[in-house]
C-alpha cells in the first residue's frame, strides 16, 4: 500500500462500533496534512438566524476538495461551522487551493470570515496528538471516516490561536472554487418525537467509548451506534420537498457564482425533474427515485467520529432527561466530556457528486446552531474540567 493510496486501499467496516480500539485505527502516513477551516464568529451568524448559511460553507469545503481530489483518497468529518480534510501530499496543493477559493466566497457572497489552515501530521505529532482513522462504509461507493488520536482537537486549537496558526494559514484565493453537486434544496427535517438533539462527547480515554456506548444504550433504549431505523433522520414524513427550494438562491450564489441565474435556473430545472421522478416513482434521465430514496437514509453523517463522538438524534421528553442525566452523571466523574443543544428540527446540506452511481452523501445537523453550539458547550466544560482536581469512577449504569 502505498502512502497516497493509504485511505483508498483500507479496508472498510460496515459496523460503525469499535470495540477495539488500538487494533481497528490505523496511523495516516506521516507526510499527510490536516486541513482544517471554521467560521469565525459562527455565533452572531446564528444569533442572526443564518445556520443554514453556516452550514453551507461548512460542507462547501468538502465538496471543494473532494471535485478535485479522488473522493476514495480522503478522509473528512463535517462539523456544522466547519469540516476537515486529511489528505496525502500529493493532493496538498489541489487541496489547499479549493479550501481558499470557499474561504473567498464565503466572504463574498455570505459576508462570512472562514478561517483555514493546512497542519502536518507530522506536525500534529510533535504535540502530542495522532491522526488514526478507520472507514465505515454508508453503502456501496460512500464511506464516512471515524478518526481518534486527538489530532483534530490540536489541529482546532492551532487554527483559533493567531499566532500559532500563522505557519500554517490558508490565505483567500481569486479562484472560484468547484462546487458543483451541492445543494440544500430539502426542507428542514421535523422532529417526529419532540427533540433533535446535537451531542458531542469525548471520553476521559478512547478505550473506555464502548463501555460509555453501553449505558447510553441502557438509558435511550437503543445503541446509537448501531444501524437502528430509529436512527434514520432522512426518511419518511420527515423529507419533504418545495417547489422552488427555497435555499435555492443560496445554492446558486455558492456552486455558480460567475453566473447566478444560469446556475439558479439549471437548479428549477433540476428540481422540476427530481419532482417528476419524486411523485411518480418513475426514472427521470440518471435520477432513479426508488434506489435515491433507499440510499438517502443511509448515506447520512447523523453520527460521526472525529476525536469526538458527534451525535445528532430524534428524541422524546423522556429520552432527552434520561442522556442529560447519565452524560451529567459520568461528567460529574470525570469520565467524559460533553456538549449539548436541541432544537425541534434538523438541517440537511446535500453533496450529489454522482446520482446514478450512488455518489452521494448528507450532512445533517440539528438546527437553530446545533453542532455549532453543542461544541460551545463542549468547550467550555473541557475548560472547567482542566480547571477541576481530578475524578475517576466506573462509568456503568
Known amino acids: 500500500m502505498s502512502a497516497e493510496d493509504f485511505y483508498s486501499e483500507l479496508p472498510s467496516c460496515q459496523d460503525f462500533k469499535s470495540d477495539n480500539i488500538h487494533n481497528d485505527f490505523i496511523p495516516v502516513p506521516e507526510d499527510w496534512v490536516v486541513l482544517t477551516a471554521d467560521i469565525v464568529r459562527s455565533r452572531d451568524a446564528i444569533n442572526a438566524g443564518r445556520y443554514k448559511d453556516v452550514n453551507m460553507v461548512g460542507a462547501a469545503v468538502i465538496a471543494a476538495v473532494l471535485n478535485q481530489v479522488d473522493r476514495d483518497r480522503v478522509p473528512f468529518v463535517f462539523g ?54 478507520r472507514k465505515y462504509r454508508l453503502s456501496p461507493g460512500n464511506h464516512l471516516a471515524m478518526i481518534i488520536g486527538d489530532g483534530l482537537l ?13 505557519p500554517y494559514a490558508l490565505a483567500a484565493s481569486s479562484s472560484d472554487p468547484v462546487l458543483s453537486g451541492l445543494s440544500c434544496r430539502w426542507e428542514p427535517l421535523d422532529a417526529q418525537n419532540g427533540h433533535i438533539v446535537s451531542l458531542i462527547l469525548k471520553p476521559a480515554t478512547d478505550e473506555s467509548l464502548p463501555e460509555i456506548i453501553e449505558g447510553l444504550a441502557g438509558k435511550l433504549g437503543f445503541n ?12 419518511g414524513p420527515r423529507l419533504k420537498f418545495r417547489f422552488p427550494p427555497r435555499t435555492l438562491s443560496l445554492e446558486a450564489s455558492f456552486s455558480s457564482p460567475a453566473s447566478w441565474l444560469k446556475g439558479y435556473l439549471m437548479g428549477v430545472v433540476e428540481s422540476l425533474f427530481f419532482m417528476y421522478g419524486y411523485y411518480t416513482g418513475r426514472r427521470a434521465g440518471p435520477f432513479d427515485p426508488n434506489k435515491y430514496m433507499k440510499e ?17 438524534l430524534d428524541l422524546t421528553a423522556d429520552q432527552l432527561t434520561a442522556l442529560q442525566t447519565y452524560l451529567e452523571k459520568l461528567s460529574d466523574a470525570g469520565q467524559l466530556v460533553y456538549g449539548l443543544h436541541v432544537s425541534d428540527r434538523a438541517l440537511m446540506t446535500c453533496f450529489m457528486q454522482d446520482v446514478s452511481n450512488n455518489q452521494h452523501i448528507h450532512f445533517v445537523d440539528g438546527a437553530d446552531g446545533g453542532l455549532s453550539l453543542a461544541a460551545i458547550d463542549f468547550k467550555k466544560r473541557l475548560a472547567e474540567r482542566a480547571a477541576a482536581p481530578e475524578t475517576s469512577s466506573s462509568p456503568a449504569g
Open 80 to 133: 456544522g461551522d466547519g469540516a476537515v480534510v486529511v489528505v496525502p501530499e500529493a493532493d496538498r496543493k489541489l487541496a489547499e487551493e479549493a479550501i481558499a477559493g470557499v474561504v473567498a466566497l464565503a466572504r463574498v457572497v455570505l459576508d462570512l470570515e472562514l478561517r483555514a489552515a493546512a497542519i502536518p501530521v507530522a506536525d500534529i505529532r510533535k504535540k502530542g496528538g495522532d491522526i488514526k482513522v
Open 154 to 166: 490540536i489541529a482546532d486549537r492551532i487554527l483559533k490561536d493567531p499566532e500559532a496558526v500563522k
Open 224 to 235: 446509537p451506534l448501531t444501524d437502528d431505523e430509529r436512527l434514520r433522520l432522512a426518511e
Open 296 to 312: 438517502l437514509s443511509l448515506n447520512t453523517d447523523h453520527r460521526k467520529l472525529g476525536d469526538s463522538l458527534q451525535l445528532v
